[in-house]
């Protein structure tokens, strides 16, 4: 079946630095979300990625979805302490409701 | 206007027991989804409820079962739980055509723990 890997599992960070986390999908994705996890929180939405090639901006954060539809990665430039959290992707294929989770990269950010 | 609710927030049960779990959807929504999340891993699908009917279902047995009702909202049924039920439930709403795929927004989570 369909599955979504992400990496990398665990990224520690001084403040100020930057964060990439990857996610690649087995199949070709109808659009790709992605998602932040607070410790202790639930799932909060961030972003959902339809087109092919596209490439989206939330002030620090940098979202790309690959020109095949397989792949995305999110960029945060100059990571600060409230970007701690677990980072989901999440593929979603054509004709199907259901998301199909990463595993999360977990981020630690350093005062 | 009220985001996705879930209650209760956190349960104990002992192995062989029967838990119910409930969910009202955002304002709106007339989809929800089901999730498993267990420590450390990323929230696995159960099922997706539209139009009171299990539209898609996950790689779950037939001990979790659901419920969606004419207001949207929804419940999850468990039977016979097993100490690996032990996992943080989440419940997901969203706007959707026939197919499902618009953004889900998730609600705060059902904690159950299994002794």
């Known amino acids: 079946g369909q599955q979504v890997m992400q990496i990398p599992q665990y990224q520690h960070v001084q403040e100020g630095e930057d964060f990439t986390t990857y996610c690649n999908s087995s199949?070709?994705?109808?659009?790709i979300q992605w998602y932040k996890q607070r410790p202790g929180g639930h799932p909060v939405f961030l972003i959902q990625?339809?087109?092919?090639?596209e490439v989206k901006k939330q002030k620090r954060l940098t979202f790309q979805f690959g020109e095949a539809k397989k792949n995305s990665s999110l960029h945060i430039t100059a990571t600060q302490t409230t970007d701690v959290g677990t980072y989901f992707c999440?593929?979603?294929?054509?004709?199907?409701?259901?998301?199909?989770f990463g595993k999360g990269t977990k981020l630690s950010v350093k005062p | 206007d009220a985001g996705v609710t879930q209650s209760p927030t956190h349960l104990i049960k002992t192995r062989g027991q029967q838990v119910t779990l409930r969910c009202s959807p955002k304002?709106?929504?007339?989809?929800v989804s089901w999730y498993q999340q267990a420590l450390g891993q990323g929230p696995q699908f159960i099922f997706q409820?539209?139009?009171?009917?299990?539209?898609q279902r996950g790689n779950f047995p037939d001990r979790f079962s659901g419920h969606q009702f004419p207001n949207y909202s929804s419940e999850l049924n468990v039977n016979a739980l097993l100490l690996g039920d032990s996992a943080l439930y989440l419940c997901?709403?969203?706007?959707?055509?026939?197919?499902?795929?618009?953004?889900?927004?998730f609600g705060p989570g059902t904690r159950l723990t299994v002794l």
């Open positions: 199949t070709t994705l109808s659009n």
């Open positions: 999440a593929g979603n294929q054509r004709s199907q409701g259901n998301l199909i």
């Open positions: 409820y539209y139009e009171e009917e299990e539209r």
């Open positions: 990625l339809v087109k092919s090639g």
């Open positions: 997901a709403s969203s706007l959707a055509g026939p197919f499902g795929t618009d953004t889900q927004y």
């Open positions: 304002s709106g929504h007339d989809t």
